[in-house]
Protein backbone atom coordinates (compact mmCIF):
# COMPACT_ATOMS: atom_id res chain seq x y z
CA UNK A 1 0.00 0.00 0.00
CA UNK A 2 1.63 3.13 -1.05
CA UNK A 3 -0.20 6.47 -0.99
CA UNK A 4 1.06 10.32 -2.92
CA UNK A 5 0.35 13.41 -2.02
CA UNK A 6 0.88 16.42 -4.41
CA UNK A 7 -1.02 19.71 -5.33
CA UNK A 8 0.90 21.45 -2.13
CA UNK A 9 2.48 24.96 -2.97
CA UNK A 10 2.57 28.10 -1.95
CA UNK A 11 -0.62 30.45 -1.84
CA UNK A 12 -1.84 33.89 -0.73
CA UNK A 13 -4.38 34.20 2.14
CA UNK A 14 -7.59 34.09 0.59
CA UNK A 15 -6.56 31.43 -1.99
CA UNK A 16 -7.60 27.83 -2.80
CA UNK A 17 -5.89 24.80 -3.31
CA UNK A 18 -6.94 20.94 -4.14
CA UNK A 19 -4.44 18.73 -2.42
CA UNK A 20 -4.26 14.79 -4.44
CA UNK A 21 -4.07 11.38 -2.90
CA UNK A 22 -3.26 8.60 -5.22
CA UNK A 23 -3.50 4.99 -4.32
CA UNK A 24 -0.28 3.41 -5.67
CA UNK A 25 -1.05 -0.77 -6.40
CA UNK A 26 -4.27 -0.68 -5.03
CA UNK A 27 -7.73 1.24 -4.96
CA UNK A 28 -9.33 2.66 -2.11
CA UNK A 29 -12.63 0.66 -2.90
CA UNK A 30 -12.19 -1.15 0.80
CA UNK A 31 -10.60 1.50 2.63
CA UNK A 32 -11.45 4.68 4.53
CA UNK A 33 -9.26 7.19 3.80
CA UNK A 34 -8.44 11.06 5.38
CA UNK A 35 -6.13 14.26 5.62
CA UNK A 36 -4.19 14.91 8.31
CA UNK A 37 -2.12 18.39 8.60
CA UNK A 38 1.12 19.21 11.33
CA UNK A 39 2.32 22.14 11.17
CA UNK A 40 5.79 23.14 12.92
CA UNK A 41 5.35 22.35 16.66
CA UNK A 42 1.86 20.80 16.47
CA UNK A 43 0.56 17.50 16.48
CA UNK A 44 -0.72 16.18 13.62
CA UNK A 45 -4.56 16.75 13.15
CA UNK A 46 -7.30 15.28 11.39
CA UNK A 47 -9.52 17.66 9.42
CA UNK A 48 -11.45 15.34 7.19
CA UNK A 49 -12.15 11.72 6.21
CA UNK A 50 -14.12 9.93 3.71
CA UNK A 51 -15.49 6.54 5.50
CA UNK A 52 -15.27 3.52 3.66
CA UNK A 53 -19.02 3.79 2.57
CA UNK A 54 -18.67 7.49 1.34
CA UNK A 55 -19.62 9.27 4.17
CA UNK A 56 -17.62 12.70 4.47
CA UNK A 57 -16.48 14.04 7.72
CA UNK A 58 -15.04 17.23 8.56
CA UNK A 59 -13.33 19.05 11.27
CA UNK A 60 -16.10 21.34 12.72
CA UNK A 61 -14.04 24.61 12.53
CA UNK A 62 -13.37 24.08 8.70
CA UNK A 63 -16.19 22.14 7.90
CA UNK A 64 -17.29 25.45 5.62
CA UNK A 65 -13.87 25.22 3.65
CA UNK A 66 -13.24 21.92 2.75
CA UNK A 67 -14.74 19.48 0.49
CA UNK A 68 -13.40 15.49 -0.09
CA UNK A 69 -14.10 13.62 -3.09
CA UNK A 70 -12.81 10.44 -4.42
CA UNK A 71 -12.49 9.86 -8.27
CA UNK A 72 -15.09 7.17 -10.15
CA UNK A 73 -12.14 4.87 -9.91
CA UNK A 74 -11.91 5.03 -6.67
CA UNK A 75 -7.54 5.57 -6.78
CA UNK A 76 -7.12 8.85 -5.91
CA UNK A 77 -8.87 11.39 -3.07
CA UNK A 78 -8.87 14.97 -3.27
CA UNK A 79 -9.10 17.85 -0.80
CA UNK A 80 -10.64 21.36 -2.20
CA UNK A 81 -9.52 24.18 0.19
CA UNK A 82 -11.00 27.08 0.26
CA UNK A 83 -10.60 30.42 2.15
CA UNK A 84 -6.71 29.33 3.19
CA UNK A 85 -5.17 31.60 6.05
CA UNK A 86 -1.21 31.21 7.32
CA UNK A 87 -2.26 29.78 10.04
CA UNK A 88 -3.58 26.58 7.52
CA UNK A 89 0.34 26.05 6.56
CA UNK A 90 1.14 23.00 7.31
CA UNK A 91 2.34 19.20 5.99
CA UNK A 92 -0.88 17.57 4.50
CA UNK A 93 -0.78 13.74 4.63
CA UNK A 94 -3.44 11.54 3.32
CA UNK A 95 -3.71 8.16 5.44
CA UNK A 96 -5.53 5.29 5.08
CA UNK A 97 -6.79 2.24 6.88
CA UNK A 98 -8.82 -1.09 5.30
CA UNK A 99 -12.56 -0.55 6.06
CA UNK A 100 -13.11 1.01 9.12
CA UNK A 101 -11.26 4.06 10.93
CA UNK A 102 -12.17 3.42 14.69
CA UNK A 103 -11.85 7.51 14.95
CA UNK A 104 -11.50 9.17 12.05
CA UNK A 105 -10.01 11.84 13.93
CA UNK A 106 -7.39 9.81 15.78
CA UNK A 107 -3.40 9.57 13.82
CA UNK A 108 -3.65 5.77 15.70
CA UNK A 109 -6.72 4.55 13.31
CA UNK A 110 -4.73 4.65 9.90
CA UNK A 111 -2.29 2.18 9.23
CA UNK A 112 -0.68 3.42 6.13
CA UNK A 113 0.37 7.39 5.19
CA UNK A 114 2.12 9.55 2.59
CA UNK A 115 5.20 11.70 2.48
CA UNK A 116 3.24 14.78 2.74
CA UNK A 117 3.07 17.54 0.62
CA UNK A 118 3.63 21.02 1.67
CA UNK A 119 0.98 23.98 2.29
CA UNK A 120 2.43 27.50 2.44
CA UNK A 121 -0.14 30.65 3.02
CA UNK A 122 1.37 33.63 2.89
CA UNK A 123 1.50 36.97 1.31
Known amino acids: VQLVESGGGSVQPGGSLTLSCAAS????????IAWFRQAPGNEREGISSLGHGGTPYYKDTMKDRLSISIDADKTTVYLRMSNLQPDDTAVYYC??????????????????WGQGTQVTVSS
Open 25 to 32: GFTFHDYA
Open 95 to 112: PAVWRYALFWYYVNSYAH
